[in-house]
């Protein structure tokens, strides 16, 4: 299916996936303000993501976003269905390193920077949490 907006043209494939859309994430919570409740959010948007018509093509995990990446994390199950439903999930290696969990991915590939900046700059949406 080829779908048009004002300002680019994308692609959602047959999986759901809209190959000009990458989601970056900075925080194992959603928003500011109370932690106890950004980390509800976050629960909920990644599980509701998991349920969305339209999915980002890659996500992007940074700085605290890698703990929502590793083993016991509390989303786990969902960014695992995400990656089986054809997302591709990336999380910073520094970051991993910084935060001594480098051993403990437990979902998608370790990236860089490098590549972070060419993903982010050859998308055509880029959405940051």
Request: aromatic letters at 6%.
């Given at each position: 299916m080829r779908t048009e907006d004002k300002m680019t043209e994308y692609i959602?494939?047959?999986?759901?996936?809209?190959?000009?859309?990458?989601?970056?994430?900075?925080s194992d919570a959603f928003g500011s303000g109370s932690e106890e409740l950004g980390k509800n959010l976050m629960k909920t948007y990644l599980y509701s993501m998991t349920e969305a018509d339209v999915k980002p093509h890659t996500?992007?995990?940074?700085?605290?976003?890698?703990?929502?990446t590793?083993?016991?994390?509390?989303v786990l199950e969902h960014l695992q269905a995400l990656a089986g439903s054809g997302v591709t999930i990336y999380t910073c290696g520094a970051c991993l390193n910084y935060h001594g969990l480098e051993a403990k991915l437990a979902v998608g590939e370790?990236?860089?920077?490098?590549?972070?900046?060419?993903?982010?700059?050859?998308?055509g949406n880029v959405i940051k949490l």
């Amino acid at each position: 299916m080829r779908t048009e907006d004002k300002m680019t043209e994308y692609i959602i494939d047959e999986r759901g996936i809209r190959d000009d859309l990458v989601v970056v994430v900075g925080s194992d919570a959603f928003g500011s303000g109370s932690e106890e409740l950004g980390k509800n959010l976050m629960k909920t948007y990644l599980y509701s993501m998991t349920e969305a018509d339209v999915k980002p093509h890659t996500m992007i995990f940074i700085n605290n976003g890698v703990l929502l990446t590793v083993e016991d994390s509390p989303v786990l199950e969902h960014l695992q269905a995400l990656a089986g439903s054809g997302v591709t999930i990336y999380t910073c290696g520094a970051c991993l390193n910084y935060h001594g969990l480098e051993a403990k991915l437990a979902v998608g590939e370790v990236t860089n920077m490098y590549s972070v900046v060419e993903l982010m700059n050859s998308s055509g949406n880029v959405i940051k949490l």
